[in-house]
Each structure stands twice: as structure tokens, then as C-alpha cells.
């Protein structure tokens, strides 16, 4: 791995992000239009049944946590997929890059933009609503990190799947998350599920984090057992994404998809 | 030899675009890679660039073996085709940028402008890459395959989406560059005339495998089986695509 060739990926996405509004719309837009929706929401419960104002922080810390874990396993394949629509894939490939430095700069792109979008919803939520999830940051860290393991599992798949099939699918980019969503447990808790879902859920490192979560935001006690749960799902996750992708990397070169694809 | 291919093959799927060929390249050398259409021209030159992989045979750049020493030899190649495009809202600036970070290279906005200014376009440096025409974005690619002075350069018809000025521009700019840097060339063209007068030899291929190899006029009178003094591509070309069909 070459710092350089990794800073250079970030500098091409910066300076895209400095020309496209739709990528500086990911950054902002969405996090705060979640945050500002999803308020009125649990503040019109919160005040209306028998939850009580701890539903609140549910919605908020989940809309924030969730909007983390959906943009970065986005942002893989958007990445990717802005080099394919600019026909620029063999410019870049036949640089020495690597594939792991190119997804290293992706990443760490994301990161940033994340930290930035994910600090403004979370003041939105704090100025419109008063959910104040700066306290709990700490506790909530260890989580966060586990849905950003695996969002970058989902991430690398999805691209390896455009990869593999183009732009046929890639809608994935945006959609699959959607998916993982309902057993992921985000807005309800685990034991909410159907019997048979939820020993599908136990499998999601999502589920784990969002799981303990709320223990957070409840009682401001920090869950080992879902942290372990989820990190040694992702342990078992994210070499697999490796793989996978490396397999079709490869198998792109061998079938002359690569060249293909622009 | 700064490259050297031994038997070098490509199979997709039960179709075989590469056939068995060898060829090599000397320092300084400007190679011209002849064709017809379909001729398996381009499937070398992306093997050569490890984007696809060969089904067999070896290639060896500076040297060295080309799986093992991928990032070391990319490192000193480049490559320009018209055919790519650079990422649309990046200026022309920022793209060539992107790359020089990549390379790595010294005083890069300094090599920019140089390369702009070389290839005529330094007033299109903060145009967005997506509103250039065919023939300057082949040029801003250009400027790109010359960013790391490359010491194999492989350029995929450079010059298809160019008016014959610019085009002899083009090939006055690859001489000089080849004289003084000493980087090898190698050329695909459709046009007979600019590949006789740019290279010291040809390979010249056709469906996949090579059918000659030397000089324009080695080759000319190799294949038209005749005594020449001039050099004449054109013929040749047409020559084995005749020879082609009737078989
Ligand atoms: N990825 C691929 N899959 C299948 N066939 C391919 C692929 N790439 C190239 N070919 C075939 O290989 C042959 C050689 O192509 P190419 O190298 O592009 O020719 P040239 O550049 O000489 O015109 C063509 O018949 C082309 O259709
Ligand atoms: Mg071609």
C-alpha cells in the first residue's frame, strides 16, 4: 500500500464533491432531512401514547446511526460506479494502484464525509429536538465502528457485483441496505421481530449494534455482549467481502470485463 | 530489451483474439502495431497495461516479469487511448492532478502546465473534463500517458479523433519526446501514412496472430512478395485483408 496513491483517490473525490451538488447533497442533505422527519415523528408520539419521551432517543440515535452504516456501504459502489460512468476505469487501472488502495482512498473519503454529515445531523437533532446524543458518543462508538465494519462488507460486495454485472445493478448501491433494514432492528426492538426473523437477525452485526444502541440511550450502560456479537460477526463477514472480491476482480481480468465496462 | 513477449495468447470464452505471439521491444524504439479491425491490437496493449489477463505465454517489461513486478513496472509505463474518457466535473487541471498524485511526481503543477502548453490546450485547464470535444480529450489524455515521462508508452490509435494538424503535431511531439528521453512507443493506427512515417518497425497482426514484423519496407516487400524501395503500408494492408477473405 502507497500513502500517496491512497491520498490521490481521496483528492479525486474532493474535488468532485467541490463540482457535484449530488454528492454534496449525500453529505448534508439526507442526514438532516432524516433527522428533521423522523423528529416530528417520535416527538408527535412521544407526546401522544404510552412510550414516553425515551422513544425519541430511540428514533434519533437510530436515524443517525442508520444514515452512518447506509452511506458508507454506498459510497463503495458510488465511488466505483463514478469512475465507470466516466469511462475513466482504464486510466485508473493501468496506473500501479492497487485494488486495496483504491478502496482505502474510497473509504476513507466516506469516513470523512460521514463524520462531517452525521455532526450536523446530530446538532440538528440536538437544536430541533433536544436529543443530545453528544453524551453518549463514547458508548456508542464501539457500535458505530461495527456498522461501519460491516457496511464496508455490504460496500465491497455490491461492488463487486457491479463489477461483475455492470451497470445493470447498480441500483444496489442504493437499495440493498434497504433490505437489511427491517431485520436489522434499527427502529424496534429485536424482540419485536416474528420468532423465524429473528434468529435470522441474530446473524446481522446491524441488529447486534442497534440492539445495544438503545441499551445506550436507555440506561447509559454499554452492552459487551452485543459489541462482541457484532464485532465477531464482522470478523467472520468482512474477509469473506475480501474475497469475494478479489475472486471477481480477478475473474474481470480474465474475461476482458474490465475494459468492458467503459 | 524493454519488453519482451513470448508467446503470448488470449482466449475469451472458445474465441482467441491473441494467438501465440511474440514480439520485443528496444529502448527508445517506436513500434507501430498494424491491423485490421478486430486484429487483437488492443487485448495486447491491455494485457501489457494488466488489465486483462493473459490465457498463457510470458511478458516481460524492464526486464522484469510482469505479474511480479506489476506496481514497479506501471510505475514507469504509461498509457493514452481515445476510447477513455476522465471523470466529467473534474477540470482538466484536477484530473491531470489526480494522476501526477498517483505517479507521485515532482513539482507536478509544474509538469501540468508544461504538458498543456506542449499539446497546445493550456487554455482548457479549468474547463470540466465532460465538455471537451473528441479531439481534446484525446489530447488532455495524452498530457496524462506523459505526466510520469513514461519509459514504455503505449498509445492506442492516439491520434483517431484528431485533424491531420494536430495529428502531425502529435507525432512531432512523440519524436521529440523519444529523443530525448529515450522512452519506447508503442503505436496502433488505422492510418498507414502517419504509422510509416513515426515508426522504426512494425508488427503488423491479424486475427491474433502476428503475420510479419520489421521494418515499413521489410514488411511491405515481406508481404507483398515483391521488390520495393518505398515503403507502401496501404498495400499491405489491403493485401492481407484480400488474402483474408479468400481463404
Ligand atoms: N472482453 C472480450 N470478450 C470477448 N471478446 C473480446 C473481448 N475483447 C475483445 N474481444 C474480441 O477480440 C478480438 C480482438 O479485439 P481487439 O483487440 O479489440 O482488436 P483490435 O484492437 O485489433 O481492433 C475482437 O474480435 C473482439 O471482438
Ligand atoms: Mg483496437
Redesign the pocket.
Known amino acids: 500500500m502507497k500513502i500517496h496513491r491512497i491520498k490521490a483517490v481521496m483528492r479525486r473525490h474532493l474535488y468532485d464533491i467541490r463540482h457535484n451538488i449530488d454528492r454534496s447533497m449525500d453529505v448534508f442533505y439526507w442526514p438532516i432531512i432524516d433527522v428533521i422527519v423522523w423528529g416530528f415523528f417520535s416527538f408527535y408520539i412521544s407526546t401522544n401514547n404510552t412510550f414516553g419521551p425515551s422513544i425519541i432517543n430511540f428514533l434519533m440515535g437510530a436515524i443517525i446511526l442508520w444514515s452512518i452504516f447506509y452511506a458508507f456501504q454506498r459510497d463503495f459502489a458510488v465511488g466505483f460506479l463514478e469512475e465507470l460512468w466516466s469511462r475513466n476505469l482504464l486510466n485508473i487501472f493501468s496506473t500501479p494502484i492497487t485494488m486495496w488502495e483504491y478502496l482505502t482512498g474510497v473509504a476513507s473519503i466516506s469516513i470523512f464525509k460521514i463524520i462531517i454529515g452525521s455532526f450536523t445531523a446530530s446538532l440538528c437533532a440536538l437544536i430541533f429536538y433536544s436529543f443530545n446524543i453528544f453524551p453518549h458518543i463514547l458508548l456508542l462508538i464501539p457500535y458505530v465502528l461495527n456498522l461501519l465494519f460491516f457496511a464496508a462488507a455490504i460496500g465491497i460486495c455490491i461492488t463487486a457485483l457491479i463489477l461483475r454485472y455492470t451497470t445493470k445493478v447498480q441500483i444496489l448501491a442504493w437499495s440493498f441496505a434497504g433490505l437489511l433494514q427491517p431485520v436489522s432492528c434499527v427502529f424496534y426492538p429485536l424482540s419485536s421481530l416474528p420468532q423465524w426473523l429473528q434468529s435470522i437477525a441474530w446473524f446481522l452485526p446491524t441488529a447486534h449494534a442497534f440492539e445495544g444502541m438503545r441499551q445506550v440511550l436507555t440506561d447509559s450502560t454499554f452492552s459487551s455482549t452485543y459489541f462482541w456479537w457484532a464485532l465477531i460477526l464482522n470478523i467472520f463477514y468482512f474477509p469473506i467481502s475480501l474475497v469475494i472480491f478479489k475472486k471477481t476482480f480477478e475473474a474481470t481480468k480474465i ?3 474490465l ?2 465496462l467503459t | 530489451m524493454v519488453v519482451e513477449v513470448k508467446n503470448l495468447t ?1 482466449r ?2 472458445d ?1 482467441t ?2 494467438d501465440n505471439i511474440s514480439f520485443s521491444m528496444g529502448k527508445g524504439e517506436i513500434v507501430g ?1 498494424l ?12 494485457m501489457l497495461l494488466d488489465l ?1 489477463t493473459p490465457s498463457g505465454g510470458e511478458i516481460s517489461i524492464f526486464g522484469k516479469d510482469f505479474r511480479k513486478h506489476r506496481e514497479e513496472i506501471l510505475q514507469q509505463m504509461n498509457f493514452a487511448s481515445p476510447y477513455v474518457s476522465l471523470p466529467y466535473r473534474l477540470t482538466v487541471f484536477e484530473n491531470l492532478m489526480v494522476f501526477a498524485c498517483i505517479y507521485n511526481i515532482e513539482h507536478p503543477k509544474k509538469r501540468i502546465e508544461e504538458l498543456l502548453e506542449m499539446f497546445e490546450i493550456a487554455d482548457l485547464q479549468d474547463e470540466p473534463a465532460g465538455t471537451l470535444s473528441s479531439g481534446q480529450n484525446t489530447r488532455v489524455g495524452l498530457c496524462k500517458s506523459l505526466l510520469n515521462k513514461p519509459k514504455l508508452l503505449l498509445l ?2 492516439p491520434t483517431a479523433s484528431l485533424d491531420p494538424e494536430i495529428s502531425h503535431h502529435v507525432r512531432e511531439i512523440l519524436l521529440r519526446i523519444r529523443e530525448q528521453e529515450n522512452t519506447s512507443i508503442l503505436y ?1 493506427s488505422h492510418n498507414m501514412a502517419e504509422t510509416e512515417n513515426i515508426c522504426d518497425r512494425i508488427v503488423f ?1 491479424n486475427h ?1 496472430k502476428i503475420i510479419a514484423d520489421g521494418t515499413p519496407i521489410e514488411i511491405t516487400k515481406a508481404i507483398l512478395n515483391e521488390e520495393r524501395n518505398e515503403p507502401a503500408l496501404e498495400e499491405v494492408f489491403f493485401r492481407v485483408i484480400k488474402d483474408t477473405k479468400t481463404i
Not at chain 2, 35 to 46: V, Y
Open positions: 474475461r476482458g470485463l475494459v468492458k | 488470449k475469451f470464452a474465441f483474439a491473441v502495431f491491423g485490421p479491425n478486430g486484429a487483437g491490437k488492443t487485448t495486447t496493449i491491455h486483462i492506442d490509435e496502433t497482426l491474433g
